[in-house]
């Protein structure tokens, strides 16, 4: 065979052909175990782990090729693949290349196991030492999920992390990022963290708390980002967090308000998530944001339950919600009336975006009667709202999205009321109902109302006349989007 025959027939290795900077970026935003192996595959490429400025070193890299079914899944298993997360860390730190002075990215999840945590804690204090480290982060996972956890396994796994904190505090003081979850935290464990993680700028806490209706105190120069699921404190007290931004309180336990907003200039995004009941306090929002006058964001997150938001005056509102941009309400329950989401409308003049989900989310909502009536949990109902002016206008909103848009009496008459008082509204989407894998793994006995979202493109422009119909705006058919 002819030499440049052969050399046709052969296969053309395209990614080693590329430039060493496009190579180098590649690997950089994939997970690093996945990088190494692609490594090995060339000799030109073996000497690209020591050049790397970005690190994702990811114990689920090894867990999601492990064959449960064939070799189980135990404590043996989780203590191997940690160490071979700590043996990469380490070994990584110490042959970098030092032309490559900063590291932009270091993200290490591991299991919370202080003796093999040890020298990951250790790489990372090393490495910080030496070089400038733009993020760290540190995700420490527990072996037992929250429901499986009895009190003993919570306090067990905070009395892990204060080993981990106290061995090696030197890595926790360079932390950029930290998320734990299912611990259980003596009285002053939390404050020692925010002492010692100096440079912390965002902060998760799943399923945490300092015992059972506690007050957590958070004061801090550096956080930007602030997360609590779950966690059976009472309330979180923010005193002093001067640089904080985003905030997020999901599931709070306790008929009292959960958050307190002490000293919080720049806070300007705030989430809410609340499955309620007859049990539960409905929030002012004139009180809970008196602190916030910066609030642009506001997210508010039903779980198919209970409105449990004051419909307050607009007037007495505006102070708060006069910079708000955007507004997501998420997860009203199915058939109720949606006029009362108005007040939002009302109570924020710069209002740019408002997003509106409906639904019945199964995976949040309690189905069985019983347990629905011990916890307080409500039947479906109105929620009463009168517009507070005949004559109001909006000039600043100019999207309004539906998601669970169906075409009764209801929704079609808020949308035609949105496009009689926001002058300048652009577009208007109304799409179908999400859909969730899981929910159709519940009790079957569930009745789940069919949709009649408009299918065909003369359902769509029918309803588009019956919306629009004696409106003045220009061009008001093509305000309104329906999913394709």
């Known amino acids: 065979m002819p030499q440049h025959a052969a050399k046709l027939k052969r296969p053309l290795d395209r990614l080693n052909e590329l430039p060493e900077e496009i190579l180098l970026n590649i690997l950089e935003r994939v997970d690093t175990l996945d990088a190494l192996r692609t490594c090995i595959l060339s000799k030109r490429m073996l000497r690209f782990p020591a050049m790397l400025s970005r690190f994702d070193i990811d114990i689920g890299s090894l867990t999601r090729h492990h064959d449960k079914a064939s070799h189980g899944y135990n404590i043996g298993h989780i203590a191997r693949y940690n160490n071979v997360v700590a043996s990469v860390t380490e070994k990584m730190m110490c042959a970098r290349n030092p032309e490559v002075p900063i590291i932009h990215k270091l993200r290490v999840r591991c299991y919370l196991r202080p003796d093999e945590c040890l020298p990951i804690t250790r790489a990372f204090a090393s490495i910080m030492a030496t070089q400038e480290v733009d993020h760290a982060e540190l995700v420490l996972l527990v072996e037992k ?7 003993e396994d919570l306090l067990c796994n905070a009395k892990r992390f204060n080993t ?4 090696c505090s030197a890595a926790f003081a360079g932390l950029t990022r930290l998320w734990l979850g299912s611990m259980r935290f003596g009285e002053l464990d939390i404050l020692n963290i925010l002492t010692t993680c100096k440079r912390l700028e965002y902060l998760r806490l799943s399923f945490c708390d300092a015992a059972r209706r506690s007050v957590l105190l958070i004061e801090h120069d550096r ?21 904080l931004q985003r905030m997020t309180c999901a599931a709070w336990h306790y008929p009292v308000y959960p958050l307190y907003f002490g000293y919080v200039p720049q806070l300007s995004n705030i989430s ?7 049990l539960c306090m409905d929030l002012q929002l004139s009180r809970l944001l008196a602190n916030v006058p910066s609030i642009s964001d506001l997210h508010l997150n039903f779980l198919s339950e209970k409105i449990w938001v004051v419909l307050e005056c607009p007037k007495l509102l505006a102070p708060m919600l006069g910079r708000l941009k955007i507004v997501n309400l998420d997860n009203l329950p199915e058939g ?21 989900t409906v639904w019945d989310h199964w995976c949040y909502m309690v189905t069985d009667q019983e347990l629905r009536r011990k916890h307080g949990y409500c039947e479906k109902a109105n929620v009463e709202w009168q517009p507070s002016s005949s004559g109001f206008k909006h000039k600043n909103l ?38 969730c894998e899981q929910c159709r793994d519940l009790d079957p006995k569930i009745k789940v109302c069919p949709s009649a979202y408009p299918t065909t493109s003369q359902e769509k422009d029918m309803l588009r006349v019956v919306i629009t119909k004696g409106l003045r705006m220009a061009a008001s058919l093509g305000v309104i989007i329906f999913s394709s």
Request: aromatic share 8%; net charge neutral; with cysteine.
């Open 336 to 356: 109720c009336d949606i006029a009362w989401t108005m007040f939002v409308l009302e109570a924020a003049p710069s209002l740019m975006e408002l997003c509106i």
């Open 272 to 278: 809410l998530t609340k499955r309620g009941g007859s």
């Open 398 to 435: 100019v999207k309004l999205t539906i998601h669970g848009f169906q075409p009764d009496e209801n929704m079609a008459q808020y949308v035609r009321r949105v496009m009689e008082i926001a002058v300048n509204i652009g577009k208007i989407s109304l799409l179908d109902g999400k859909t």
């Open 223 to 243: 956080l930007v980002e602030l997360i609590f699921e779950q966690g059976k404190f009472e309330a979180v007290h923010l005193n002093r967090v001067p640089k």
């Open 164 to 167: 981990c904190l106290g061995d």
């Open 145 to 151: 999920t929250f429901l499986q956890c009895k009190y």
